[in-house]
């Protein structure tokens, strides 16, 4: 038998983590879902705990200071 709840969570954690959905649209599209009736707190739990906040790595900083040479 179809589920509907478990559609919507399926379709939404693969869409974050396929990148298609980001974590911003995940989290209005899941509020919109409770609202509605159709996904519970819980269901929010599971969903953002299936979708992690990514961290970008942390760019080098150029600075003025010199490198200090490598030996060869």
């Given at each position: ?8 969570k399926?379709?939404i ?19 919109n ?5 159709m ?34």
């Open positions: 038998m179809f589920n509907l709840k478990e559609w919507l399926e379709g954690i693969g869409g974050y983590k396929s990148g298609e959905f980001s974590r911003p649209g995940i989290i209005t599209m899941t509020a879902y409770i609202a509605r009736g996904l519970t707190e819980a269901d929010a739990a599971e969903i953002d705990a299936a979708c992690p906040v990514l961290v970008a790595p942390e760019e080098p900083t150029i600075t003025d200071e010199p490198v200090e040479d490598i030996p060869v």
